[in-house]
């Protein structure tokens, strides 16, 4: 064998590591490039916040990329388009400021009434405090509601473990806890919905009483048949009369 074969042998092994060396380099500089846009992404979806705050909800591209001091071209480096822009910002809301009001009101060791009444002043309080954010979310239609599909799922979860567990120690049926509470989340989302964009004309505090009121009535009404429909369908139901006096 000659000098040059026992040279080729020898480089074989050192050509292989060679590759591999570059093959992890490369590895290394997509995982860091991938993480920088993440990061990145979710400064410019918070300086997209804080641009919707000022410029309010329909501000465009041009307007948000001024504000974060930045140029359109960087946005669309880092999202496909508006919508992709819109969608991170859903999800930022919803996982930042709207998830966490929420549950933290639904999770406090209070009596019934009282997280009834915490969680319509959270979830109107949230809307209320980022009238900008949450119009520029809910009006810009990216076609991908998954994000607010996702939230709504969650928050009727939460709401239906507490009617089972509240409502097991009432003697309470909850076999109908799942879809109780996906009546009571669409419907706290679809008023909130219409009320802040209407202008807000009625007050927040209105707001409030009147979504706690058919929200309790509604609870206090199945607590009052067992949650059994049998037993509320074998009474006769009339809607009773207001009272007369003024309060």
């Known amino acids: ?115 009834v009444r915490a969680a319509m002043t959270e979830y109107v309080g949230t809307v209320a405090d980022d009238p900008e954010v949450y119009r520029f979310i809910m009006t810009n239609g990216t076609g991908d509601t998954s994000s607010l599909a996702g939230f709504e799922r969650l928050f009727a979860e939460v709401v239906a473990t507490v009617l089972i567990d509240r409502g097991g120690s009432h003697n309470i049926r909850t076999d109908g806890a799942m879809l109780w509470s996906y009546v009571i989340v669409g419907g706290i989302q679809l008023a909130t919905h219409w009320w802040t964009t209407t202008d807000a004309a009625m007050p927040r505090e209105s707001v409030i ?31 009773p009369k207001g009272p007369t006096e003024p309060f």
Do not use: C
């Not at 804080?50 to 307007?63: F, H, N, T, Y």
């Not at 009483?209 to 006769?236: H, K, Q």
């Open 1 to 115: 064998m000659s000098t040059e074969d026992l040279v080729a042998i020898g480089e074989k092994p050192a050509r292989a590591a060679s590759a591999r060396g570059s093959n992890n380099s490369a590895d290394g500089r997509k995982q860091r490039w991938r993480q920088h846009k993440i990061d990145r992404r979710e400064e410019l979806v918070d300086g997209t916040l804080a641009a919707i705050r000022v410029r309010g909800s329909g501000a465009g591209m041009d307007e948000i990329a001024t504000e974060i001091g930045v140029s359109k071209t960087v946005l669309y480096r880092y999202f496909a388009d508006r919508n992709d822009l819109v969608q991170a910002t859903m999800e930022r809301f919803i996982e930042t400021t709207m998830l966490p009001r929420v549950y933290g009101a639904i999770s406090v060791d209070a009596d019934e009434y009282a997280l």
């Open 209 to 239: 009483d009147y979504l706690t009121m058919i929200t309790w009535s509604a609870i206090e009404g199945i607590a009052r048949t067992g949650g059994e429909p049998e037993r509320f369908n074998a009474v006769t139901h009339k809607l």
